[in-house]
């Protein structure tokens, strides 16, 4: 039975891509977990599998073999229940800025007056005021990911599954929505995955880390982070964290 802190549990997901004459492991022996309310970042080298296990928690695919729990929701049925924000922002390029950020309200049913709403109380935190009737064409690609990041975050899922959400945007706007999101989680938790590149990024938002293994990915490292939330921008300079820097580093090049 899984504890009811724990609102996600992965127990030994295999994942293999392609047939019999030319299959790539991909995920092998993957043992995960989430707490209720926590934010946990997976690192790892390019091509590991943390796509591949955000894409198998959201339900976009199956692992071969293992068990996955999501408390609260069946797992057949977790296509949908969870929040997913993938890499690339897959704006309809003929709705306009506000419409795609209400597109999953309406897909549930939401009038369009009240998506409208509350997407539109998104739009200044996000850098995004001004902009609401302009066409994904007219949008740098940092400003895209914003888009993407109100869409996803007003679906108002319990779990959240980020895909590198930052990675696009430049070095103070990543900043200024990372601490803003720190201090979303403190005012509305939420259990939350994030997959990331950035060693640092997954310090100053994360509560645990995961640090997989070149491919076929296995987890080889978790580390916790003794920094409390509320935390803002400042904690970087402390020597803790960079002795985390370095260690997180370390372990991602196998040294």
């Not at 900043?175 to 100053?204: C, G, N, R, Y």
Request: proline residues 5%; glycine residues 8%; contains cysteine.
């Amino acid at each position: 039975m899984v504890s009811i802190d724990v609102k996600i549990k992965v127990t030994d997901v295999d994942k293999t891509i392609g047939g019999k004459d030319k299959s790539l492991p991909v995920l092998r022996g993957v043992n995960f977990h989430a707490l209720e309310g926590e934010v946990v970042s997976i690192l790892g080298p390019s091509g590991c599998g943390k796509t591949t296990l955000l894409n198998i928690l959201a339900g976009l695919d199956e692992a071969d073999t293992g068990n996955l729990n999501i408390t609260g929701v069946p797992t057949p049925q977790r296509l949908g229940s969870v929040g997913y924000m993938q890499q690339k922002d897959l704006l309809l390029p003929w709705r306009s800025v506000l419409s795609n950020t209400i597109l999953g309200l309406e897909i549930k049913g939401i009038s369009k007056h009240v998506a409208r709403t509350r997407a539109l109380d998104y739009f200044e935190d996000f850098g995004l005021s001004g902009f609401e009737d302009e066409y994904p064409f007219a949008l740098s690609g940092g400003m895209r990911q914003r888009v993407a990041f109100i869409r996803t975050m007003l679906l108002d899922s319990d779990v959240l599954l980020l895909d590198e959400p930052f990675s696009a945007l430049d070095a103070l706007s990543r900043v200024h929505l990372q601490e803003w999101f720190l201090q979303l989680m403190d005012s509305i938790p939420k259990t939350v995955v994030l997959v990331t590149h950035d060693v640092e990024e997954a310090i100053f938002l994360s509560d645990r880390i995961y640090v997989m293994s070149a491919r076929p990915g296995e987890i080889k490292e978790i580390v916790t982070i003794p920094f409390p939330r509320p935390r803002d921008f400042d904690v970087v300079g402390h020597d803790l964290f960079v002795q985390l820097k370095t260690q997180l580093l370390s372990a991602m090049r196998g040294t």
